[in-house]
């Protein structure tokens, strides 16, 4: 069983920052690809990013260039750090984990076995 935890959501101006973390148990985070997803009231969760246990990193396109996801096995933590933000980006973010060594497909939300329980981002205009 993989317990994920999110943190850092908030509240910022558009143009502005923030950093969310996942810290993950288990002893085995360095096999596991990595993602974040969001949804936003009303709509359908969509995926942000990835990173597999090879540390190749995949964005969705309206986040590449202002979102950078990074990690770090030794922390059992992955971060996604968002710049830049849109009052679109507004969501709950999540974090994913698979357990699966392979890496294709990372933007589907059925590849991921174990999720956060979100943390909230909003971005006023």
């Known amino acids: 069983q993989v317990q994920l935890v999110e943190s850092g959501g908030g509240l910022v101006q558009a143009g502005g920052s923030l950093r969310l973390s996942c810290a993950a148990s288990?002893?085995?985070?360095?096999?596991?690809?990595m993602g974040w997803f969001r949804q936003a009231p009303g709509k359908e969760r969509e995926f942000v990013a990835a990173?597999?246990?090879?540390?190749?990193?995949y964005y969705e396109d309206s986040v590449k260039g202002r979102f950078t996801i990074s990690r770090d096995n030794a922390k059992n933590t992955v971060w996604l750090q968002m710049n830049r933000l849109k009052p679109e980006d507004t969501a709950v973010y999540s974090c994913?984990?698979?357990?699966?060594?392979?890496?294709?497909?990372?933007?589907?939300?059925?590849?991921?076995?174990?999720w956060g329980q979100g943390t909230q981002v909003t971005v006023s205009s």
């Open positions: 994913a984990a698979d357990p699966s060594s392979v890496v294709g497909g990372l933007g589907s939300p059925y590849r991921y076995q174990y």
């Open positions: 990173i597999s246990w090879r540390s190749s990193a």
């Open positions: 288990g002893r085995t985070f360095s096999n596991y690809n």
